[in-house]
């Protein structure tokens, strides 16, 4: 029995062929993992299920009868929640004022809109107060609160894109409990994720896409994980082995008790990023991981302390589309931050050639697809952008780089060469400071590691100590 | 390609609203031709009412880069002009360098205009529609009090006006419209300079912007500047090479239909050429309209909010499917 199915769908951009006849069914009470590489198509499916695309050709059925979904209201009037990849809440407005928003009473009911998220928060089993901004919650957090969203308007049908990406393991795990419950009372849950752990933990159900293709589709129990790997991305480069650094030198990024009010605060809190090293920040999401980021990455001045720098700073922020020029050519987002260099104007107009000659070359050396330099950013999906912007960042070989969560949404493979990437930066004398949701990208990459709990620095270990239960006490983020 | 199916639209409905209204489209057509463009003096006319238009069109584009959105234009040409009559009225303006010191003293009266409402954005964020807006009606009461104070005609005029400019300061005809060639030549270019891209920059990410040395204050500044200068310089114009004296009529609403002139525009230099000619074409050949067809010269007026409303909606349906560039 099926509520929600694609069947034999297509889609066709202009440079691509995002799906090609897709069968996709997702049943009430199953828990569904959809998989695939960076570009694969999964969003693009996902999209046509909640009624913010259409096939083509190509159909989407409803218990079992065709629909056309005018538009993602539309669809959730139908009952099926979407939680996009990026985010669509108005970050001006509170979650309760955002519920509001999307119902179709003419007058505000924030009070009514605000008890009914409360109990959908309890429901899911996460805290997240519909009464703040949405624009100061952590980019976790906001993901989480789309899912409410969805939940208190009585989704019977979840179709989650990339939730755990912001998120720990903790938080993670949680999150999965809340979703077997509800999968348990009847809800049909479809959700996309690059880590097979998740997949193991949490889903009935696993079809893995493979350019556009179902390339894999059965119980995740028929099927282990090297095969999973190898549908999704092909072989693997093997994990470089780790050589210790020895070059850390003088500290290129230094904050001195510094204080910020970016949502999460932090206070008094002192941190050196020496050259060559790559300093890892671990902590529970909404520990004052985003005002860490935007102080050190001088985008936000401290409201006491003071921070130093010794050269460039390069940055990638939590939230991609805030590191590029959204709507954009893709070239302009490649250039950005190195518009002031000579060649790139002549006689100080703009080289328009030069700079798609270098785009295309930024574009090949980092892998993004496709490397067309022309295409808006936003129609590259969510991987390929994240892979633009950290590869335009750790370009240059700047003396510090700050990474928030430089791997969130990419597949196995894009996170492995991210993170190699880093190392060779590091290697090359950058002092990175890497804030992570993910301890295991931290313990592969970083030399350091400093807990962050309540906006402080609670705890510093050399990685070679690493260890997962000392880390779990340190930020009492797990509940065991 | 939607822009233009907006445009095309935009003019049906008129021809529609003449048509169901019982006119002579075919006559109105031709009437409204000959009114603009049909004679020399009707070209003339349409051509002098288009310059002013185009020069605060251009300034209005390149604050629209940064994301700034002056609608001081009426204020600044008035302060324009006022500034340029002190100055003309002067031993200055019957010596040669009369049209230069003008020019000049109209672009610094303009500029001094977006002054205030510049630093107030960038000292306190206080939102530049609002106070340009209100440096407007500033504007025109400081005028109204200069020409029945300091400013007035000696010589017995009954209505409030200064004196007559000297004749060396008076802008002969081409000249003016060379100047705003030569200034829609220099947009072009700025358009595609890379300070105009660090612009667009600092419009939509800010921080970026700032990594690369562009300081919010500065790109904000600078551009009500230029936009500011802009109309006071269409200030002049009005003031050396129309009116020839300082009156209450100088600025005539012609800071507001500049900005609709950019909207039209798109804030490209070319378009906005094209955009100024057709709307000072629909002002002038209203006029036309109604001596061939008896349909009131308000169509002009129609039209000009017919097509506002037209480009409005173009530009929302490009922003909705995302632009690129
Ligand atoms: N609006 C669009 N215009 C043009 N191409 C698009 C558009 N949306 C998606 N694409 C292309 O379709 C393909 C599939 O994109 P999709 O976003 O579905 O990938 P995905 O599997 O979700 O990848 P990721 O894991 O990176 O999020 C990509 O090649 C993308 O560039
Ligand atoms: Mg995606």
Not at chain 1, 314 to 341: I, K
Request: net charge neutral; with cysteine.
């Amino acid at each position: 029995m099926t509520v929600l199915e694609l069947c034999s769908a297509s889609r066709r951009f202009p440079r691509v062929q995002a799906l090609d006849r897709v069968d996709l069914a997702v049943r009430p009470g199953e828990v569904h993992a959809l998989l695939g590489e960076n570009g694969a198509g999964k969003s693009t499916a996902i999209r046509i299920l909640a009624g913010l695309d259409h096939p083509d050709p190509g159909e989407v059925r409803l218990d079992g009868r065709a629909v056309r979904f005018a538009s993602r209201t539309d669809a959730l009037r139908h009952g099926i929640g979407l939680v996009p990849q990026t985010e669509s809440l108005v970050g001006e407005l509170t979650l309760a004022e955002n519920l509001a928003l999307a119902e179709p009473h003419r007058v505000v009911r924030r009070r009514a809109a605000s008890r009914r998220l409360r109990e959908a928060a309890t429901t899911v089993g996460v805290a997240v107060d519909p009464d703040v901004r949405t624009r100061d919650l952590g980019r976790g957090q906001r993901q989480l609160a789309e899912l409410v969203l969805a939940l208190a308007q009585d989704a019977r049908v979840l179709l989650l894109d990339e939730p755990t990406a912001a998120l720990g393991p903790y938080e993670t795990r949680d999150m999965f409990t809340r979703l077997r419950a509800l999968a348990a009372a009847g809800v049909a849950v479809l959700f996309i994720t690059h880590r097979l752990a998740e997949v193991r933990a949490v889903a009935d159900t696993v079809t893995v896409l493979a350019h556009g293709r179902v390339a894999w589709s059965g119980a995740g129990s028929d099927v282990d994980d090297a095969t999973l790997i190898r549908t999704m991305v092909g072989d693997l480069p093997d994990t470089p082995t780790r050589e210790p650094r020895t070059a850390i030198g003088a500290p290129v990024l230094r904050l001195a008790a510094v204080s910020a009010d970016c949502g999460d605060p932090i206070h008094d809190l002192s941190l050196d990023v020496h050259a060559g090293e790559v300093v890892g920040v671990l902590g529970v999401a909404g520990n004052g991981q985003r005002a860490l980021a935007e102080v050190a990455a001088g985008r936000v001045r401290p409201a006491g302390g003071t921070r130093t720098e010794t050269g460039s700073v390069a940055y990638v922020p939590e939230t991609r589309l805030d590191g590029l020029l959204p709507g954009r050519a893709v070239r302009w987002s490649a250039v950005v931050s190195r518009l002031r260099e000579p060649r790139f104007a002549r006689r100080g107009v703009v080289d328009r050639g030069a700079v798609t000659r270098f785009a295309t070359d930024l574009l090949a050396r980092h892998d993004v697809r496709p490397p067309d330099p022309g295409l808006p950013v936003l129609t590259l999906s969510g991987g390929n952008q994240q892979k633009l912007l950290v590869g335009r960042e750790l370009d240059n070989g700047p003396a510090a780089a700050v990474l928030h969560g430089p791997t969130q949404g990419l597949d196995v493979r894009s996170a492995k060469e991210i993170l190699s990437e880093i190392a060779r930066a590091a290697a090359g004398g950058t002092g990175v400071l890497l804030v992570s949701a993910d301890p295991g990208e931290v313990r592969e990459v970083a030399d350091r590691v400093v807990v962050l709990s309540g906006g402080r620095v609670v705890g510093e270990f050399p990685a070679a100590d690493f260890d997962d239960a000392l880390v779990r006490r340190l930020t009492a983020g797990g509940d065991e | 390609m939607r822009f233009w199916a907006y445009l095309v639209a935009g003019f049906a409905v008129v021809a529609l609203v003449v048509v169901l209204t019982g006119g002579d489209l075919v006559g109105a057509t031709a009437g409204w031709f000959h009114g603009a463009f049909g004679t020399t003096y009707n070209l003339t006319q349409t051509l002098v009412y288009a310059t002013p238009l185009v020069l605060v069109a251009l300034g209005v584009s390149v604050a629209l880069r940064a994301s700034v959105v002056s609608v001081g234009g009426e204020g600044q040409m008035i302060a324009g002009a006022i500034a340029a009559t002190v100055v003309l009225l002067s031993p200055a303006g019957s010596s040669p360098l009369a049209l230069p010191l003008g020019a000049l003293a109209g672009a610094a009266g303009g500029a001094i205009w977006a002054l205030l409402p510049g630093l107030a954005l960038v000292r306190w964020g206080v939102s530049e529609i609002l106070t340009t807006l209100l440096c407007n009606y500033l504007a025109a009461q400081l005028l109204a009090y200069l020409l029945r104070t300091s400013l007035r005609d000696k010589v017995g005029a009954a209505t409030p006006q200064s004196a007559s400019l000297p004749d060396a300061a008076l802008l002969p005809m081409p000249f003016q419209i060379i100047l705003a060639l030569v200034l829609a030549a220099a947009a072009v270019w700025w358009h595609r300079s890379r300070s105009a891209l660090l612009l667009d920059v600092f419009a939509s990410r800010r921080w970026l912007a700032e990594r690369l040395g562009v300081g919010a204050g500065r790109a904000m500044l600078a551009t009500m500047l230029v936009s500011g200068a802009a109309a006071g310089l269409a200030g002049w114009v009005q003031l050396a090479g129309v009116d020839g004296r300082l009156d209450l009529g100088i600025s005539g609403g012609i800071g507001f239909s500049g900005l609709i002139v950019a909207v039209l525009g798109r804030s490209r230099p070319g378009p906005i050429l094209v955009a100024a000619v057709v709307f000072a074409a629909l002002t002038t050949g209203a006029n036309g309209i109604q001596f061939a067809t008896g349909i009131p010269a308000a169509i002009g007026t129609v039209t000009q909010a017919v097509l506002l409303g037209a480009v409005a909606l173009a530009v929302t349906a490009s922003r909705r499917s995302g632009r690129s560039w």
